[in-house]
């Protein structure tokens, strides 16, 4: 059975998550059906707040190339993900939203936990 290895997130101009998969939630440790509604900036540390601020709006611009980013999840530990981040627009014209799609370093604990669960599964 084919798993991905990437999350997608969707997050409205205002920073409120509208949709991410269940490997996405997995990453930060939240139930699937918690996660709309809630703020993106609640996976980012304090200090780490305004640089997020910035990649936000920077993502609202064509053709920005990825970046790594320290996330964290809800027990507060560190989630180290590469962003692809693309602007979402109407018709072409005006930006609604920022999808994410989101890599996790392969020495990941959580990954390398899944991957191993996964591979036990189907051996």
Known sequence: MPFSDKGVA??????????????????????????????CFDFVYPEDVDKARKL??????????PFEFRLRDTDGKPVLVNIQGAAKRVGGGDVYAISATVTVADDNPIIATKHRIISELFA
Not at 56 to 65: A, C, G, S, T
């Open 10 to 39: 969707l997050v409205h101009l205002s920073g409120r998550i509208v949709f991410a998969c269940t490997y996405f939630c997995d990453l930060v440790r939240i139930k699937y059906n918690k996660i709309a509604g809630m703020s």
């Open 56 to 65: 936000f709006e920077l993502i609202k611009k064509p053709n920005v190339e």
